[in-house]
């Protein structure tokens, strides 16, 4: 054999070489990965009722104390969460020692510090469990119990960016009134023989007050993260105008994406990514109405899109609002850990997860089942839309690689 022949054949053993290589260890790494994905999902079932318990073992620490520490920039809270039954009976015990108006928006809520100086919000009970909120997907009042039902389902998905929530009912006349700021209290009404309140918001109206049944109101409680995390309010790119006959431009051009991908922070770095997940969680929560969105501030797109406010969720269950799913299907691509879960979570696994995640809740049952069952339904959608868009453009560019180490120490 010619040395020319012989230089050629070694270059093609060696690209074969490299080759195999390559596609063995990449192979290997994605096994390794789903395999991590699935013992992560079997833990998250293992742990995933949580009951609420009165003591914290093994450790000096306040509930607050503990919750504060398991803030990371990239999750409110840990994998392994031993301590979280004690911090959520916390919440749902703890006597109130200062209630004022919530701070601002739209929707009524109040602001309460529990024995211990932590600060929670409390959004009050407005809808029975059965009640359809018709309309704009956006349209009602905030449902309290959508609050603690997106908390577990962040859970489930393994997320970890809702701030954690808890339902409680709370006696107006004997916890609220006598510790309440005059702007609150200036609120306060009597409609027939409940106590009510209205509040201090954009939309609050004396009107139109929230209502206990007599003195004890049923809502939710949502602690509030840690001073040291200051927040960074964003304008979410897929935002709706809220004006009649105005199109946001995500509602006409399709390529819309392609432009979101050219400008900070969704140029580069995990953001983009948080946004269709978030995407994902809306769609299955049936929330219409992320307008804005918080990350820590001076993050430069580092942490994580927290899952705040998801009271505008589980309105009506007949309705699968697609536009929320933009995101994902403009972008065509999700986390490889994403989509991993939602597969885990198919054929009804889903449903009963959340089920018995909420089981314990001071306000069980947290849900119907109508709203059960379209979580489920509407997994099926979100797990279609991935696969059009894998058919168009292929795996590899659909499912991106995404796992970043967290520290908890």
């Given at each position: 054999?010619?040395?020319?022949?012989?230089?050629?054949?070694?270059?093609?053993?060696?690209?074969?070489?490299?080759?195999?290589?390559?596609?063995?260890?990449?192979?290997?790494?994605?096994?390794?990965?789903?395999?991590?994905?699935?013992?992560?999902?079997?833990?998250?079932?293992?742990?995933?009722?949580?009951?609420?318990?009165?003591?914290?073992?093994?450790?000096?620490?306040?509930?607050?104390?503990?919750?504060?520490?398991?803030?990371?920039?990239?999750?409110v809270y840990p994998e392994e969460t031993p301590e979280l039954g004690a911090?959520?009976?916390?919440?749902?015990?703890?006597?109130?020692?200062?209630?004022?108006?919530?701070?601002?928006?739209?929707?009524?809520?109040?602001?309460?510090?529990?024995?211990?100086g932590q600060k929670v919000v409390f959004k009050p009970k407005r809808y029975?469990?059965?009640?359809?909120?018709?309309?704009?997907?956006?349209?009602?009042?905030?449902?309290?119990?959508?609050?603690?039902?997106?908390?577990?389902?962040?859970?489930?998905?393994?997320?970890?960016?809702?701030?954690?929530?808890?339902?409680?009912?709370?006696?107006?006349?004997?916890?609220?009134?006598?510790?309440?700021?005059?702007?609150?209290?200036?609120?306060?009404?009597?409609?027939?023989?409940?106590?009510?309140?209205?509040?201090?918001?954009?939309?609050?109206?004396?009107?139109?007050?929230?209502?206990?049944?007599?003195?004890?109101?049923?809502?939710?409680?949502?602690?509030?993260?840690?001073?040291?995390?200051?927040?960074?309010?964003?304008?979410?790119?897929?935002?709706?105008?809220?004006?009649?006959g105005k199109l946001a431009r995500w509602e006409y051009d399709e390529s819309?994406?392609?432009?979101?991908?050219?400008?900070?922070?969704?140029?580069?770095?995990?953001?983009?990514?948080?946004?269709?997940?978030?995407?994902?969680?809306?769609?299955?929560?049936?929330?219409?109405?992320?307008?804005?969105?918080?990350?820590?501030?001076?993050?430069?797109?580092?942490?994580?899109?927290?899952?705040?406010?998801?009271?505008?969720?589980?309105?009506?269950?007949?309705?699968?609002?697609?536009?929320?799913?933009?995101?994902?299907?403009?972008?065509?691509?999700?986390?490889?850990?994403?989509?991993?879960?939602?597969?885990?979570?198919?054929?009804?696994?889903?449903?009963?997860?959340?089920?018995?995640?909420?089981?314990?809740?001071?306000?069980?049952?947290?849900?119907?089942?109508?709203?059960?069952?379209?979580?489920?339904?509407?997994?099926?959608?979100?797990?279609?839309?991935?696969?059009?868009?894998?058919?168009?453009?292929?795996?590899?560019?659909?499912?991106?690689?995404?796992?970043?180490?967290?520290?908890?120490?």
């Open positions: 054999m010619k040395l020319k022949q012989r230089v050629v054949l070694l270059a093609i053993l060696l690209v074969i070489f490299i080759f195999t290589k390559v596609f063995l260890i990449d192979n290997l790494d994605t096994s390794a990965a789903n395999r991590e994905d699935q013992r992560a999902f079997h833990r998250m079932m293992t742990g995933l009722q949580v009951e609420l318990v009165p003591k914290l073992d093994h450790t000096l620490q306040s509930p607050w104390e503990i919750a504060a520490q398991w803030v990371v920039p990239r999750e911090i959520m009976h916390a919440m749902a015990t703890k006597k109130i020692i200062k209630a004022d108006v919530g701070y601002k928006g739209t929707q009524l809520k109040a602001l309460l510090v529990l024995e211990g029975s469990r059965d009640y359809v909120v018709e309309g704009e997907p956006y349209a009602g009042y905030d449902r309290h119990n959508a609050e603690v039902a997106a908390f577990h389902l962040d859970r489930i998905l393994g997320f970890r960016r809702a701030p954690l929530v808890v339902g409680r009912f709370v006696n107006l006349r004997t916890e609220i009134k006598p510790i309440a700021t005059e702007q609150l209290l200036s609120t306060f009404l009597t409609v027939g023989n409940n106590t009510c309140f209205y509040g201090k918001c954009y939309y609050c109206r004396e009107t139109e007050p929230a209502c206990a049944d007599g003195d004890t109101m049923e809502g939710s409680i949502t602690l509030w993260l840690p001073d040291v995390w200051p927040l960074q309010k964003h304008r979410h790119p897929w935002g709706r105008t809220y004006r009649e819309y994406c392609d432009a979101v991908k050219k400008t900070s922070p969704y140029d580069s770095g995990p953001r983009l990514l948080d946004i269709i997940d978030t995407a994902v969680f809306d769609y299955l929560i049936g929330n219409a109405d992320r307008h804005h969105y918080e990350s820590f501030q001076d993050d430069e797109g580092a942490s994580m899109l927290i899952l705040l406010d998801n009271a505008k969720s589980f309105g009506n269950p007949s309705l699968d609002e697609r536009s929320i799913l933009a995101p994902l299907y403009q972008c065509c691509i999700i986390r490889v850990s994403t989509w991993n879960r939602l597969n885990y979570l198919k054929n009804g696994v889903l449903k009963s997860a959340l089920k018995s995640a909420m089981a314990h809740d001071p306000i069980s049952p947290v849900l119907s089942d109508p709203h059960l069952d379209a979580v489920d339904q509407r997994l099926l959608s979100v797990l279609a839309t991935v696969k059009q868009c894998t058919e168009q453009f292929g795996m590899d560019t659909v499912l991106v690689e995404d796992r970043m180490p967290l520290s908890h120490l």
